[in-house]
């Protein structure tokens, strides 16, 4: 008989925990206790499921692009819907893209009152009550894209209890919180693994979170300039990161070369770091089609679907290498369940196609809680 944990421990196991997606269709991934995720805009291209098992909405999920006023009592679902109707349907997870960013938002959004803003943040859970995970707050790295209206965020910050210079972030996630109680929550952001700056900003930006009790479950890293990199060097950021306790999501990672030979070099050498490191939970490629990426040189397929080596690549790598290790929930040592007899933290393991978290006792795994829709 397993012994009970409280409803605040049951929420945080889950939430800081990927979905492990079983189904039918025969995604790369199936069967590993990570994703391999890509992009849509609504409905997916035609050779979504041969590879990829989570979906990001690349605009769709952009405050300008479901409001144009924020003042407005309007919203377009259209493709976040199609997107959510995909997760239902092949019971992988997806993720919202974004709440909180200083880009493609409603002209009227930065002077947006806090009111206008939680009721935005209340739309979105109105819709998607159930979305598997969440970008938060986007790119707030201050010489990035923080939003406009961070001051508003800041003030309601103060009166939470929250200090210090990532105050208005926090406030964020304590809004998310109260609406989505098992969503994995993150905070997304680019260059954070791949220059000394943001590194450390958001390095220090995990410590004080932690220190501060904020419901923050993982860290997403965009990676859009690792391919520029030396991978011992992207390595070495990821597990500064990881160091803080939090789990990592590579969120937005592409590779922009338009000749064949590189990309695909690059894809051999940076994927295998990305899949087995034992912090990462999921990764996400941004972009499918050659052409219709957001830069030169990123895409993975033509148009007619024709496979790029590096997808050649990949769609031979990754099932060769599905038992990989499994992050775990990210919880501190002194953060574990109480548990008569129990001698270690929290852990992960994979068991009839789910993620199953639960602790050693005696030599023998008792189990807690699992996540997965099927």
């Known amino acids: 008989m397993h012994r009970p944990i409280s409803s605040a421990s049951r929420f945080v196991v889950a939430s800081v925990l990927l979905v492990c997606a079983q189904t039918s269709f025969g ?44 003042a407005s009592s309007s919203y377009n679902w259209s493709k976040l819907d199609a997107i959510a109707a995909w997760s239902k349907k092949t019971g992988n997870p997806w993720k919202f893209h974004v709440l909180v960013w200083g880009q493609q938002q409603p002209s009227d959004a930065n002077s947006a009152s806090y009111a206008t803003i939680l009721r935005w943040f209340q739309a979105v859970h109105t819709r998607y009550p159930d979305v598997d995970m969440i970008d938060v707050v986007n790119e707030a790295y201050p010489q990035h894209a923080p939003a406009g209206y961070k001051g508003v965020l800041e003030a309601e910050a103060k009166k939470s209890g929250y200090t210090g210079e990532f105050a208005w972030i926090f406030q964020a996630f304590k809004m998310a919180r109260a609406l989505w109680p098992k969503s994995v929550l993150m905070y997304n952001d680019y260059n954070n693994i791949e220059y000394n700056a943001e590194n450390t900003w958001q390095v220090n930006f995990c410590k004080a979170a932690k220190a501060q009790n ?34 990592v999501y590579v969120t937005e990672y592409d590779i922009g070369h338009t000749d064949d030979t590189q990309q695909k070099n690059v ?26 990426t957001w830069r030169s040189g990123t895409g993975l397929e033509s148009s007619s679907g024709v496979a790029r ?38 852990i ?27």
């Open 27 to 70: 995604q790369i991934a199936k069967g590993a206790c990570k994703f391999l995720g890509n992009i849509s805009e609504g409905n997916p291209v035609a050779s979504y499921n041969t590879y990829w098992n989570q979906m990001s909405p690349e605009n769709a999920g952009k405050w300008g692009s479901v409001q144009s006023s924020a």
């Open 214 to 247: 904020v419901p923050i479950d993982a860290i997403g890293v965009q990676a859009h300039d690792a391919f520029k990199l030396k991978t011992a060097d992207v390595k070495a950021k990821i597990d500064a990161i990881a160091a803080t306790g939090f789990p």
């Open 309 to 346: 080596p590096a997808l050649t690549w990949l769609k031979d790598y990754i099932p060769k290498n599905l038992n990989v290790p499994c992050p775990t929930s990210g919880l501190e040592a002194n953060e574990v369940v109480p548990s008569p007899g129990s001698t270690s933290g929290l």
């Open 348 to 374: 992960v393991r994979q068991v009839g196609g789910h993620l199953v978290t639960g602790v050693e006792r005696n030599g023998q795994f008792l189990a807690l809680g699992a996540t997965g829709r099927n």
């Open 267 to 292: 894809m051999a050498d940076q994927m295998p770091m990305f899949w087995t490191h034992p912090k990462i939970a999921g990764v996400t490629y941004w972009g499918i089609t050659v052409g219709a």
